[in-house]
């Protein structure tokens, strides 16, 4: 069993930063794959980051360029640095760990709003 609980959301202003941290509870942290997701209002969820348990990363094609995703396993802990934020990017960030491309476990979320 795996917990995850993000933080680091907020309001901030477009192309500004912030970096979201998801910590994670469970001494297999480091088997699995990390991934970032978000589900802006009235769309779908989306991928914008993962990364595997060899550090090798992901990235959706809107946040390229943007956004870098890390991972400390000895801090049972994962990053998204975001930077150049646009308000399209505006919706709640996921953290979710798994592994043979299934995420079995999801944390609750947190609030990204970019204003313009």
């Known amino acids: 069993q795996v917990q995850l609980v993000e933080s680091g959301g907020g309001l901030v202003q477009a192309g500004g930063s912030l970096r979201l941290t998801c910590a994670a509870s469970?001494?297999?942290?480091?088997?699995?794959?990390m991934g970032w997701f978000r589900r802006a209002p009235g769309k779908q969820r989306e991928l914008v980051a993962a990364?595997?348990?060899?550090?090798?990363?992901n990235y959706g094609d809107s946040v390229k360029g943007r956004f870098t995703i890390s991972r400390d396993n000895a801090l049972n802990t994962v990053y998204l640095q975001m930077n150049g934020l646009k308000p399209e990017d505006t919706a709640v960030y996921y953290c979710?760990?798994?592994?043979?491309?299934?995420?079995?476990?999801w944390g609750q979320g947190t609030q990204v709003t970019v204003s313009s």
């Open positions: 979710a760990a798994g592994s043979r491309g299934e995420y079995i476990y």
């Open positions: 469970g001494r297999t942290f480091s088997w699995y794959t």
């Open positions: 990364i595997s348990s060899g550090s090798s990363t």
